[in-house]
Structures are given as C-alpha cells and as structure tokens.
C-alpha cells in the first residue's frame, strides 16, 4: 500500500503535464501538416464560409436566411488560412450545433474557450490580466477573444514587420478606445470614453507613432515577454529615451521578433542585444518539441516501470515473509 500512496500522486503530476503538452504536440506542426489532411479541413471550412462569407451573402445556398445577421458574421476566408488557426477545422472550436442550419440555440455557449488548448497561457495571461485595469470594473465582460479575433490573428513572431504587429496589436485597442459606440458597451454607465488623441497631445506625430509602436508598449510594466498587465495611465510611459535610445525598451517589447538584419532598418534598435534575445515559447523548435514528448513518455515509462517493479518486489516479499 505504501508503495501505491507513494507512486498515485506522481501519476497525476505526470498525467497533469502531459495534458498540458499534448494538445499542441496532438496537432503538430503546422507547416508539417499533410495535404490530404488540408484538403480535408478546407472541404469541411468551405461549408460554413457557403454561408459566412461575401460571396455566401451574395449568393445565400439557402432561400429565407436573415442577411442582416448573416452579415454581421461573415469571414475572410483569406484572411482566416493565413491566421493562427488557419489550419484548423471550423468545428475544432465549433463543435456543437452548427453543423447543421438553423443553428441550435445556445451554440455560443458550447464554442471552445482558449484554455482547452492552451491551458499555460490562458493561465499566465489571466495572471497579469487581473492585475490590470479592465479586470477591475470590466472582469465580466472581457474574455480573451474581446481582445483576441481567432479567425485573424497572427502571431507577431509570424507577422515578422514590427508594423504589422503595431497595427494588429493597436486595433484591438482602438476599437473600443476610438469608438464611442463599443466604448459604452463596456464602461460603467457614467464612463464616457476620454479622447485618446487629446489625451496623448503631448507625444508628437500621435497617430503616426501608433503605426509604428504599439499601445501596449506604453501601456505596461517592462517584461521579459508580453505582458497584459494594462496598467493605470499614472503607470503608463512618457519618457521619449526609454524608446528612443540605442539600447530602447523596444528590444524587449514589439522588435523582440525582428532578426538581427531586420532590426536596423527598424530605427533605433540595437541589434547586439536583439540578436541575443531567447524568449521562451516564441521561439518553437521541432526538435526540441519532440525531445519534450520523449522525455515525458520516457519519465511516464519509468516511473511506471519503477512502480510496477516495486509492487512485485513487494509481492514476492510479502508471499515469502508468510
Ligand atoms: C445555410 C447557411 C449557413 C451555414 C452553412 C452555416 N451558417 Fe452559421 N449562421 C448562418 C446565419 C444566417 C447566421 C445568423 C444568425 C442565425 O440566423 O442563426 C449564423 C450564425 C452563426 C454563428 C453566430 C453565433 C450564434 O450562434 O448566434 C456562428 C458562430 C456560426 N453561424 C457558425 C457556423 C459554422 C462554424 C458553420 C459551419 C460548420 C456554419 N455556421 C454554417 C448561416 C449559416
Ligand atoms: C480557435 C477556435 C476557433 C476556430 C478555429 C473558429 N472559430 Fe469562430 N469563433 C470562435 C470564438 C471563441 C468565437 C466567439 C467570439 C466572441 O466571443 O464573440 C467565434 C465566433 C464565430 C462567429 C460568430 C461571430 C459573431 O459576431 O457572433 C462566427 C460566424 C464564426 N465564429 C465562424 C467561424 C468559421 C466559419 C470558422 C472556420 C473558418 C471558425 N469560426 C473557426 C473560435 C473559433
Ligand atoms: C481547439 C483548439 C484550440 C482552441 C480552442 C484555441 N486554439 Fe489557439 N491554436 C490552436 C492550434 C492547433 C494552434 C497552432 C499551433 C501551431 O501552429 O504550432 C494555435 C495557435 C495559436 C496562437 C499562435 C501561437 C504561436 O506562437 O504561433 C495563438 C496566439 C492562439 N492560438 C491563441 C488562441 C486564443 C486567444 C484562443 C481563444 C480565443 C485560442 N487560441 C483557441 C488550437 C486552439
Ligand atoms: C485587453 C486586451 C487583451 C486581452 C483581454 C487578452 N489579450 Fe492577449 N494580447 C493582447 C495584446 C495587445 C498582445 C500583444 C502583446 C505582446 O505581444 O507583447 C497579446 C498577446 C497575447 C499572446 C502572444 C501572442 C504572440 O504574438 O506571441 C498570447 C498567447 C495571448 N495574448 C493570449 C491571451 C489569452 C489566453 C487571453 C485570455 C486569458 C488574452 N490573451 C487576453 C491583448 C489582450
Ligand atoms: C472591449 C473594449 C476595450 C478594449 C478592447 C480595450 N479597452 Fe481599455 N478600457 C475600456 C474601458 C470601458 C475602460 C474604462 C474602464 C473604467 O474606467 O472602469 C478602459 C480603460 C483603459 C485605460 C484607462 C486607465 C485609467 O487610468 O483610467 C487604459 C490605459 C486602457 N484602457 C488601455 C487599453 C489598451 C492599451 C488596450 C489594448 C491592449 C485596451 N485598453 C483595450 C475598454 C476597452
Ligand atoms: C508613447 C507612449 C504611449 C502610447 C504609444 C500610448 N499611450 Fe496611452 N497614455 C500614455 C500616457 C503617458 C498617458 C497618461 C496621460 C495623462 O495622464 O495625461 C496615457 C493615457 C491613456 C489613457 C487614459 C485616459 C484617461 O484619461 O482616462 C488611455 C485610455 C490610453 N492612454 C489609451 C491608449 C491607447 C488605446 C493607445 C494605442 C492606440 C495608447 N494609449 C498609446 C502613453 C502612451
Ligand atoms: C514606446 C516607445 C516610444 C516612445 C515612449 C516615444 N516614441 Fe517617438 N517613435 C517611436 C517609434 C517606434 C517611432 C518610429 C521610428 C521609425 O520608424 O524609425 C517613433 C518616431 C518618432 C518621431 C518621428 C521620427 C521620424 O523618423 O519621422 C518623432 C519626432 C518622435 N518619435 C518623437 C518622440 C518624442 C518627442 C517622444 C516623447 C514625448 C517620443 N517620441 C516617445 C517610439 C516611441
């Protein structure tokens, strides 16, 4: 028995990791992906962009559909094969109650939160987001996907231009802070949205700087990685060295991706200590992704092996020992 209380919490740990590990190793590399198996996903995409999509609005494969809903959900098929999840099926998130039209009532519910897939970083985005000053009043009403569109997001390592990244990252801001209307829908009723372009009067050229460095860069504390810890506008940054200096803050924060040839062409960014950056789980190598799955199913072997030798030895001991 001892042996057994000794050995369980140790499969659960074990078991924990590899659900951890698995999920994305499962899917395996997306470049890898066999074009059979892609062929597959875009057949089975293609039955929902029949109907969520331009042309689908156009052309609707079915007669008495309500357009003006149709129209408020409509994607980019384009834009959805070169995102994140672009080599995804449809009902991978989609599982329940779209197969088919109509669709079941109470669907939304059923759509697959992030951390089914990435359980590490929902919890470390959500460590630094309950630091922030959305989590304050607004906890309820954000989710990851209020910020984060999973049919259009690219990661920045894969967008590569640090402007791409600016504009992508800024958007997510801007459609609430540079719009009334999605601003209401979040503030506390007595909020009204301050005047992001009076309010940075004081940086100038300030839309141009918001096509080439990001509002978060600003707007939370310095990190070794991302953070999304959005702090209060006391905390934010106003000092021009801490970007403009040749060792910027920028290294760590938007130009942490751009390679060593890139970074010059990039401003001011010091490309010896660009070049020098590791961060961790952005930089993805197949190797080492494979050497984690075989150290996990090595450590699950053996300690599984050293449990089962140990529950004989205790066997054969007690069986003589009577
Ligand atoms: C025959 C046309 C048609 C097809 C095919 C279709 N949809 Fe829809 N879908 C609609 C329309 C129209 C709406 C607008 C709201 C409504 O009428 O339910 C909608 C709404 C939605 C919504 C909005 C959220 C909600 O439940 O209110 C989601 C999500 C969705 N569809 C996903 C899908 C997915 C995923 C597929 C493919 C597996 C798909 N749809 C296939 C016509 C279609
Ligand atoms: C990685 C997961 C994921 C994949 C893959 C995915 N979706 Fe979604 N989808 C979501 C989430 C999450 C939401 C809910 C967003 C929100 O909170 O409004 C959503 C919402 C939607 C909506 C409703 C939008 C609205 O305004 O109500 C439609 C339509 C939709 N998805 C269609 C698709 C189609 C078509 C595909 C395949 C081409 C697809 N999705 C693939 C996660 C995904
Ligand atoms: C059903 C599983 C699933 C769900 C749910 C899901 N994702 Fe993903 N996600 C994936 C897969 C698979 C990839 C591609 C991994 C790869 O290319 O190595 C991915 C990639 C990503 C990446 C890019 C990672 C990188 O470094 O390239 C981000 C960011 C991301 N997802 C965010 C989200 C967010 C935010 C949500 C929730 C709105 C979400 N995902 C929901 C499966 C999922
Ligand atoms: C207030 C908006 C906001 C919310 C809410 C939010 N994010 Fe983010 N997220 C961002 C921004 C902006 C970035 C880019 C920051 C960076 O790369 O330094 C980002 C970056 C990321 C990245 C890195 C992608 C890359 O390019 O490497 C991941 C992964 C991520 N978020 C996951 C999540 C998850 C999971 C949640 C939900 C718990 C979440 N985010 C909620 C705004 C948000
Ligand atoms: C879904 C809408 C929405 C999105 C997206 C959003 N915000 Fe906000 N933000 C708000 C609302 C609403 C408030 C007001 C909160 C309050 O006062 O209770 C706010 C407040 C703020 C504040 C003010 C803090 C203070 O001191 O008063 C800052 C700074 C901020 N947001 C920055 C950002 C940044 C940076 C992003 C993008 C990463 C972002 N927001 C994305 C809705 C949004
Ligand atoms: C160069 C740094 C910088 C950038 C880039 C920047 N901000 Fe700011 N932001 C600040 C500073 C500093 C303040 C505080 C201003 C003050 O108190 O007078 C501030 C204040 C704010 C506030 C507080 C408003 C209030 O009075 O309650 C919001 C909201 C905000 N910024 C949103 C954004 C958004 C959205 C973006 C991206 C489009 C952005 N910021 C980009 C530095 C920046
Ligand atoms: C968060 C980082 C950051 C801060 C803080 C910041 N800037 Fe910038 N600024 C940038 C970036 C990035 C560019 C674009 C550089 C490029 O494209 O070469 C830029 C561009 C400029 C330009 C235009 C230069 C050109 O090439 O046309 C001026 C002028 C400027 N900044 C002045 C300032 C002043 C003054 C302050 C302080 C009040 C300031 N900046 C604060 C990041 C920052």
């Excluded at 953070?227 to 021009?240: L, P, T, W």
Aim: proline share 5%; glycine share 4%.
């Amino acid at each position: 028995m001892t042996v057994l209380k000794e050995f369980l919490p140790k499969i659960w740990l074990l078991l924990a990791v590899f659900l951890v590990v698995s999920p994305a190793w499962a899917q395996g590399d997306a470049k890898s992906i066999n074009p059979e198996l892609l062929e597959k996903i875009r057949k089975s995409n293609a039955e929902c962009f029949a109907c969520h999509s331009e042309a689908g609005l156009k052309n609707p494969p079915l007669p008495g559909l309500d357009l003006a809903k149709l129209r408020e959900t409509i994607r980019d098929d384009e834009v959805f094969k070169n995102s994140n999840h672009g080599k995804m099926e449809c009902r991978q998130c989609h599982g329940q109650g779209y197969q088919a039209y109509p669709h079941a009532v109470g669907s939304k519910q059923l759509i697959s939160p992030c951390e089914q897939c990435h359980a590490v970083q929902v919890m470390k985005a959500e460590m630094q987001f309950d630091n922030s000053v959305h989590a304050k009043n607004l906890k309820d009403k954000f989710t990851c996907s209020t910020c984060h569109d999973p049919h259009v997001a690219l990661a920045a390592a894969k967008l590569g231009d640090p402007r791409k990244a600016a504009a992508q990252d800024n958007h997510m801001c801007l459609e609430c802070h540079n719009s009334d209307l999605t601003f209401a829908k979040y503030a506390p009723a007595d909020k009204k949205r301050p005047n992001i372009d009076k309010i940075h009067a004081w940086l100038p050229n300030t839309r141009l700087h918001w096509d080439a460095v990001r509002c978060v860069d600003c707007h939370t504390p310095v990190a070794k990685t991302l953070s999304h810890e959005i702090a209060n506008k006391d905390k934010a940054e106003r000092n021009c060295v801490t970007c403009h200096s040749t060792n910027t803050a920028l290294a760590t924060r938007l130009y942490r991706h751009v390679a060593k040839t890139e970074a010059n062409t990039y401003g001011f960014a010091n490309s010896a200590l660009l070049n020098s950056i590791y961060v961790v789980g952005a930089t993805r190598h197949p190797l080492l992704d494979w050497a984690m799955v075989g150290l996990v199913a090595a450590t699950v072997a053996g300690v599984l092996g050293h449990g089962l030798v140990r529950i004989i030895l205790a066997w054969r001991r007690n069986r003589s020992g009577r």
